[in-house]
């Protein structure tokens, strides 16, 4: 952008000193001109750093120009260095965008009517109405767009925001669902074996069973009214049981259907506790869907390794990703979910380009091991 | 004695399956004849061993609960379903109700409770909870259309057959409503066959639907 810039500026820079010779006066020393075109075209190279200075700079050589007669700029270079001023400008301050367009409109309409543009002359009447109409309307386009990208950068703040939300209303959901079954268990189990017990058992030993039960039971209660809560909707995947370790192929397999080919690598992760194959199930089912989604036809590496304390999830793809920075942009989505998940066990996450080509996804989280079944 | 009842418990969880099972074999008026992991394992079991009654899970890979119901139930009628589910979402209740199941009930329902479901269901009664029985009410006034080809007028019942017909409509079982009515259960059984006669009803859902758009009992609004 700033090099575009510098090329603008050496251009106008050869262009300005031919609109100036063609005049009807003979020109002024040549130094003296060189000088000035440099003062308004040069400096303009720079607007996009510094922009209120530049355009200060312009601004002020320019009226220079003019008041000493050097040259009949058209105010082209003050237009061109206020359009980032007006871009950068904080919102809710000076003019609004409707006033500074609406006076360039009266002054021009004001110029046509008193004389014809193109016989730029050096008198200050013309200058008056006509001069403050680029730059002006340079200021209403750069303060719109202006408005618009801050328009713009609300709402996608507020997406990510309701993403975010959303993601973490589903994982709560899943939680407390999986909690639910296992509490369930507890409650059926404690039950059952209280009903089956020997008639000679200790009293203790039925009372300690019957406390297990009912407590169990009643948190069961409670589960469910919380989930009651949570829940938005019935999921299309409320039939089928929660996904684990042993649905992964099934991905894989649906990665295969639409050109991703996915090659599966899972080791010693088959008795991970239930939340957590359902997490590593969520975060491959996430990092496929987003090779699918900006990777187009490619191959792809899922490895899942558990270590007893830790399971490492990687999915790596060799495709083009179509999205200048998925991190950030629409591919964000999914990355959303994948971090807030990994955040909920303490683990570590991260997702970015490949060396040469492709777009990785790395998780890592802590689990206790060995202590089902 | 009579024959024993033969269950088949369908659930994807081993821990569960075994443990009712256990259940079933503890009484000796039941008898546990396979367990099935999946929906589409219970309606091959179901189609082979021809149970009395399986207690179905609805949540299970390959095919889920109401499917397997709706299979097993066009297959077998002969065949009792008493879903036995973690969660009671209305959605899950409608849905096996339509599929055909005779009951549901909740896993962390008692034991004692569970048994004596499963005998209800058994011998061909349905089993709801008041809750659900409540919340079927409420669904069926949320969606009530007048478009009933058989009007469901109540003049050919007895006064008896009302209370009764009112009780099962609160989810009452027969042996509470004959507990209720100060009847012997084989009365109210017989008043619940009336019903079922002469409301053209095929189980308890249907007498509780006609209870309702007759007006008889009124959706409870919380």
New interface residues.
């Given amino acids: 952008m700033v090099a575009a810039d510098g090329v603008i500026a050496c251009v106008y820079a050869l262009v300005l000193p031919m609109m100036t010779r063609d005049g009807p006066t003979p020109g002024p020393a040549l130094w003296w001109q060189g000088m000035v075109v440099a003062g308004i075209a040069l400096p303009c190279a720079a607007r996009r750093v510094w922009p209120v200075p530049v355009f200060w700079t312009v601004l002020a050589v320019t009226v220079f120009g003019w008041s000493t007669g050097h040259l009949r700029e058209p105010f082209a270079a003050a237009a061109f260095a206020l359009y980032p001023v007006a871009l950068a400008d904080a919102p809710r301050r000076g003019p609004s965008t409707r006033v500074i367009a609406s006076v360039s409109l009266g002054l021009l309409a004001v110029g046509l009517v008193a004389g014809t543009p193109v016989a730029w002359q050096g008198d200050l009447v013309r200058l008056l109405p006509l001069g403050p109409v680029m730059p002006g309307a340079s200021w209403a386009i750069g303060r719109a767009l202006r408005d618009r990208r801050a328009a713009a950068a609300r709402v996608t703040e507020e997406l990510a925001g309701r993403a975010v939300a959303e993601e973490r209303l589903r994982i709560a959901r899943e939680l407390h669902d999986s909690v ?2 296992s ?3 507890v ?3 404690a ?2 074996t ?3 017990l020997p008639a000679g058992t200790d009293a203790s030993v039925r009372a300690a069973l019957h406390t297990i ?1 009912t407590t ?2 009643e948190a ?1 209660t409670e589960m ?1 009214r919380m ?1 009651g809560v949570l ?1 938005t909707e ?1 999921g299309p995947d ?5 996904p684990g370790i042993a649905q992964l192929p099934e991905l894989v397999r649906q990665a295969a259907t639409v050109g991703v080919r996915a090659e599966l690598d899972v080791r010693a992760a088959g008795d991970l506790p239930d939340t957590v194959q359902l997490t590593v199930y969520r975060i491959v089912q996430e990092a496929l869907t987003n090779v699918v989604k900006h990777a187009g036809p490619t191959r792809c590496r899922v490895v899942v390794a558990a270590t007893g304390q830790e399971v490492r999830i990687e999915v790596a793809d060799d495709g083009e990703t179509d999205l200048a920075d998925p991190a950030a942009g629409a591919g964000g989505h999914g990355l959303v979910g994948m971090r807030e998940r990994v955040a909920m066990y303490g683990g570590e996450f991260s997702a970015g380009r490949r060396d040469i080509r492709g777009f990785y996804v790395s998780a890592s989280l802590p689990y206790r091991a060995g202590e089902r ?1 | 004695m009579t024959e024993r009842i033969r269950v088949l418990v369908a659930d994807d969880q081993a821990l569960l399956r075994g443990t009712f099972r256990l259940l079933v074999d503890s009484a000796p008026d039941l008898v546990a004849i396979g367990e099935a992991r999946t929906g589409a394992e219970a309606v091959d079991v179901a189609r082979r061993g021809d149970p009395d009654v399986v207690l179905m899970d609805i949540r299970m890979p390959e095919l889920d609960g109401i499917e397997a119901t709706r299979l097993i139930c066009a297959a077998s009628p002969g065949t009792r379903v008493l879903i036995l589910t973690m969660f009671d979402l209305d959605s899950y209740v409608f849905g096996a109700l339509r599929a055909g199941a005779s009951g549901f009930l909740l896993k962390d329902t008692p034991p004692e409770d569970l048994l004596s479901g499963i005998r209800t269901v058994a011998a061909g009664e349905g089993l709801l909870t008041p809750r659900m029985t409540g919340r079927l009410i409420a669904e069926f006034a949320r969606h009530a259309h007048p478009t009933a080809a058989v009007p469901r007028t109540l003049d050919g019942l007895t006064t008896r057959e009302r209370e009764v017909l009112t009780l099962v409509a609160r989810g009452l079982s027969n042996a509470e409503i004959a507990g209720h009515l100060h009847l012997s259960p084989a009365t109210v059984k017989s008043h619940v066959g009336h019903l079922f006669t002469k409301l053209a009803a095929r189980d308890r859902a249907q007498l509780v639907i006609a209870a309702y758009e007759s007006g008889l009992v009124a959706a409870d609004r919380r």
């Fill in positions: 639910a079954h509490m369930g268990v409650a059926a189990k039950g059952v209280r009903l089956l039960e169990s039971r069961l469910r989930l829940r019935v409320e039939l089928a049981p929660a079944r």
